[in-house]
């Protein structure tokens, strides 16, 4: 584990979250990154949070058990899609802090089942997609604002706010509107009564564009790990 590529990667990361901060006119603590270690090896995720990193991504259930059995009180956050028979192994760690990837009613339904019987409330990020990517999860933008009322029945689950994983594509200009849709989302639940703050929004390709557009979360995979 080259310990030294790491630290220039977190270093190059942190900074230009700085800089995309200030250029929209924000704090760069009002985002939060989440370092995603799917396919990386424990002895990474141990480095990087000794340098401070507190939440850690992963996309399967597996692993992520795996991991979490190898490490002590690492804060996962779930940002894969979800499988309904994956959820209870899910929710029974302690140290799963939020699920990025909600996107359906009955996942919601197993979600909150599961939350009760462990006697907690989770908290859940609803996925949009919202470039209508036929190959993505999530709901579409229209279906989020019933979406949202129907989930105000699951006690266990608390809403914190929207995620969408936007397209690849190598001008991170190009995708700007998708994040300034879901923005406006939330904007518009905000305006209807449902408060709540958090847009997942950027990975490594696009996380500056993410951020001047009002994301608070980033998952950052290989920027950091390669
Ligand atoms: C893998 C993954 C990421 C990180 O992607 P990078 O491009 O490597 O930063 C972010 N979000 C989700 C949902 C992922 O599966």
């Known amino acids: 584990m080259a310990g030294d590529k790491l630290s220039k990667n977190l270093e190059e990361i942190r900074a230009r979250i700085k800089q995309a901060a200030e250029r929209s006119g924000r704090k760069q603590e009002e985002i939060e990154l989440i370092a995603v270690s799917k396919n990386h090896p424990v002895a990474m995720i141990e480095f990087f949070r000794e340098k401070g990193v507190n939440f850690f991504g992963e996309n399967r259930v597996q692993e992520l058990l795996e991991k979490d059995g190898q490490l002590a009180g690492v804060n996962w956050h779930f940002i894969g899609h979800l499988q309904r ?3 209870k192994q899910l929710l029974r760690l ?3 802090r939020m699920i990025h990837s909600l996107d359906s ?3 919601a339904r197993e979600i909150n089942q599961r939350a009760e019987q462990y006697n907690k409330i989770i908290p859940v990020l609803i996925e949009v997609n919202v470039a209508g990517d036929l190959n993505k999860f999530g709901l579409a933008p229209n279906d989020v604002f019933d ?3 129907l989930l105000q029945q699951f006690k266990n ?3 914190k706010g929207l995620m969408t994983i936007a397209p690849y594509v190598a001008n991170p200009e190009k995708v700007r509107p998708f994040f300034q849709k879901l923005s406006l989302l939330r904007e518009q639940l905000w305006a209807k009564g449902y408060h709540f703050k958090e847009l997942s929004m950027g990975m490594t390709n696009d996380y ?3 951020i001047e557009e009002g994301s608070t979360m ?3 995979g290989s920027g950091l790990f390669e």
């Open 147 to 149: 979406f949202v009322q």
């Open 94 to 96: 302690e140290n799963c």
């Open 85 to 87: 028979n994956k959820v």
């Open 208 to 210: 500056e564009v993410a």
């Open 157 to 159: 689950i608390e809403l």
């Open 218 to 220: 980033i998952r950052i």
């Open 105 to 107: 009613l009955r996942l």
